[in-house]
């Protein structure tokens, strides 16, 4: 059963806003769940807040997420609007899922893109972490195109191009950069 937007079947008498009145609705749809023995999809509108977590950018009261087995976000890439991405923000049932990407143009209409490097807060801020792992990839393959380069000249180069480590450390286990020590200094290496 599909509720999109679960707030149009809330009913007029239910403020969307308080928990304790959330609570018994998702009670509810939990019993029809386990009494028809099927799956319950809700959908629900975001605020306009950019600043906030993930978690607190739903419409209404956090017991709706809260009372889910797992939720899924769905959000466009900042600069690439054809381009949305389903994160997964919870799932108490499993791990968590990796973002996918899919794009919607009026060309091709809907095509699957695959694993999409970004978290729902960097979606739903407009941080486009997708982006900045490849360019911090491109970075790699050029510096390291010809030879090794010392890991210090390469961690200087990067910060000057605004990579920050942790995408740059995403980047060199992605491409299987290796690393080598030499007397007192280390080098990475593209594989052979």
């Given at each position: 059963m599909v509720l999109d937007p679960i707030q149009s079947f809330l009913g007029a008498d239910v403020d969307m806003h308080r928990a304790n009145e959330i609570r018994p609705l998702?009670?509810?749809?939990?019993?029809?769940?386990?009494?028809?023995?099927?799956?319950?999809?809700?959908?629900?509108?975001?605020?306009?807040?950019?600043?906030?977590?993930?978690?607190?950018?739903?419409?209404?009261?956090?017991?709706?997420?809260?009372?889910?087995?797992?939720?899924?976000?769905?959000?466009?890439?900042?600069?690439?609007?054809?381009?949305?991405?389903?994160?997964?923000?919870?799932?108490?049932?499993?791990?968590?899922?990796?973002?996918?990407?899919?794009?919607l143009d009026k060309y091709n209409g809907f095509e699957w893109i695959g694993e999409y490097d970004i978290n729902a807060d960097d979606l739903l801020s407009g941080n486009n972490r997708g982006q900045k792992i490849k360019e911090a990839k491109e970075f790699l393959l050029e510096i390291l195109a010809d030879e090794a380069v010392e890991q210090n000249v390469?961690?200087?180069?990067?910060?000057?191009?605004?990579?920050?480590?942790?995408?740059?450390?995403n980047a060199k286990k992605a491409l299987g950069v290796q690393s080598k020590k030499t007397g007192d200094h280390w080098s990475w290496m593209l594989p052979e």
């Open positions: 998702m009670k509810r749809v939990s019993v029809l769940a386990e009494k028809y023995r099927c799956a319950i999809i809700l959908i629900g509108h975001m605020n306009k807040n950019s600043t906030g977590k993930s978690s607190y950018r739903g419409l209404g009261s956090i017991d709706f997420q809260a009372a889910a087995r797992s939720v899924l976000i769905v959000g466009r890439v900042k600069n690439k609007p054809e381009i949305r991405v389903i994160c997964h923000v919870k799932s108490s049932l499993a791990s968590e899922g990796k973002s996918i990407a899919f794009r390469i961690i200087k180069e990067s910060e000057s191009r605004g990579i920050k480590g942790k995408t740059l450390w």
